[in-house]
């Protein structure tokens, strides 16, 4: 989101994905029926079926993973812990369920309430108008409540309930349990060049036609066509050097990626002195680091 | 920071009688329970909402594997079987909110480094009574209502176990609303996240 708002608005941004790049044609399997796969998906001797041996690849959208090779995490003694990553372009905006709901008032004033973390240092009022504007970009399906819990946004039509879900909704109504339409990233209408959902179903698995949100198929895009974006693939970000912690001459921050494939380190530096345009964008997966006006100053080898 | 989760299953009987139909819709749940509880007294603060999922969908890898370990039969009777119960399973998922506290938070390895030389993340997790007290309700809310609808329970667990930085995969999988007993085996073959407690 930010590549595209920084690019649309005549910045120049680099984006750091430690991944490979998406190739959505390629990539996302999703109408590909189990008896269109050699041993029904399952692999000689029905191994695939079992945890690990790969039936997650062909029916997952790409590249996450609770264990990544050579990329470790750890956790202290007394925590269990698992950690998901992905490493493409979009990371597990690639992956996530598209329920897409907003924060509501209470949300901000918890501590207010019950005395318990922290409340927020902004309002649900200040934060509203984006939640219009990002709902809006990205198409979320969605019916008016007016629930305080679960405020309205900017939808478009929900899609009907199946039949299950006609029993549950009976169900729920009988005792009084609210039971509403979901809502949830995607198109029950064509938005922006992007087709309507045509209900395969199998939004998990990724969607060739971007009917559904991902970052790679929606956001980015259009921040490569203002020409102003250099997406760098197989690149993580290894540090983030600042004038305190590299070089004798007085610099600009960089930050310094490794090329994973060939192993070797560069640095891109930002152009300007202090006060430096950095930006680190953490809340999307992967690792990604954007500078401004920046231009890639050397590239040299490490032995690692 | 994880959120409280537990999911419940049941089996819709109500369901067989339905003429064999395309479940058309999108990848997930068209209806869900809106957040909820977060404004009565209860032994939790907070509150959760339910996604719900489930329904005669596209058939991936494997759907009818385990359903053929657990049923008897073979040939003709076994299919019959496989039609009859596909499409009757739903799932019920509450999502709540974890109250941050001191014991959950990550640092970085003073001695593991990555492939590149770069220092790895370390984490450090605790569940607080809150939460557990709010996965117990989930639980006991899931029971009632599957009581009520006159379904059969399959299963019924709290991910209280192991904590995940992230659903979304897992998420993404169950909701895509496929046979039950496909995801029951996915959710073993994927993650292992929360070995479930009864």
């Known amino acids: 989101m930010a590549a595209k708002v920084l690019t649309e608005g005549g910045l120049n941004v680099v984006l750091l994905e430690a991944g490979p790049p998406l190739n959505p044609d390629v990539d996302y399997k999703e109408h590909v029926w189990p008896y269109e796969l050699p041993h029904r998906g399952a692999g000689v001797g029905g191994h695939a079926l079992w945890p690990g041996n790969g039936l997650e690849s062909e029916f997952l959208a790409p590249t996450g993973a609770w264990t990544i090779e050579g990329e470790p995490y750890t956790v202290a003694a007394d925590s269990k812990f698992r950690w998901f990553r992905s490493r493409i372009v979009g990371g597990r905006t690639n992956h996530w369920g598209r329920i897409a709901l907003r924060f509501a008032p209470v949300d901000f004033r918890s501590k207010s309430r019950d005395g318990l973390g922290e409340d927020w240092p902004i309002s649900y009022e200040d934060i509203a108008p984006y939640y219009d504007k990002v709902e809006g970009y990205i198409g979320v399906f969605g019916t008016k409540e007016n629930i305080p819990s679960a405020p309205d946004g900017i939808f478009q039509p929900p899609p009907k309930p199946r039949c299950s879900e006609v029993i549950l909704k009976r169900a729920c109504d009988k005792v009084g349990i609210p039971c509403i339409p979901s809502r949830m990233a995607i198109l029950t209408e064509a938005l922006n060049g992007r087709p309507a959902c045509h209900y395969c179903g199998q939004c998990g698995r990724g969607c060739r036609r971007a009917s559904n949100f991902s970052s790679s198929q929606v956001l980015i895009p259009p921040a490569q066509k203002t020409g102003r974006l250099t997406l760098i693939t197989g690149a993580m970000a290894r540090e983030v050097c600042s004038e305190k912690t590299v070089r004798p001459r007085a610099s600009p921050t960089s930050i310094r990626p490794v090329a994973r494939r060939s192993a070797s380190t560069r640095e891109l530096w930002s152009w300007r002195r202090a006060p430096v345009s950095l930006r680190v964008f953490s809340s999307t997966p992967g690792r990604r680091f954007s500078l401004t006006a920046l231009r890639i100053r050397r590239a040299r080898s490490v032995a690692t | ?198």
Request: glycine residues 10%; hydrophobic residues 30%.
């Open chain 2, 1 to 198: 920071m994880d959120s409280v989760g537990s999911d419940g299953e049941g089996y819709f009987p109500q369901m067989e009688k339905i003429p064999p139909h395309n479940h058309d819709g999108v990848g997930g749940m068209h209806v869900y329970v809106p957040w909820w509880k977060y404004d009565r007294q209860n032994d939790f603060p907070r509150g959760y909402h339910i996604e719900m999922g489930g329904g005669r969908d596209m058939p991936g890898v494997g759907m009818f594997h385990d359903l053929c370990d657990e049923e008897e039969g073979y040939g003709v009777s076994l299919k019959q079987t496989c039609r009859k119960m596909y499409g009757c399973f739903m799932g019920f998922s509450g999502r709540g909110e974890m109250i941050a506290n001191p014991d959950s938070y990550c640092d970085i390895d003073p001695d593991v480094v990555d492939q590149w030389g770069i220092p790895v993340l370390r984490f450090h997790f605790k569940w607080s009574d809150h939460e557990l007290k709010m996965a117990k309700d989930m639980q006991e809310h899931s029971a009632r209502s599957r009581k009520r609808l006159a379904v059969r329970t399959l299963r019924e667990g709290a991910r209280a176990t192991i904590p995940t930085e992230s659903r979304t995969a897992v998420s993404s999988s169950m909701k895509s609303g496929r046979h039950a007993w496909e995801r029951i085996r996915r959710r073993r073959c994927l993650t292992d996240i929360a070995r479930r407690t009864t």
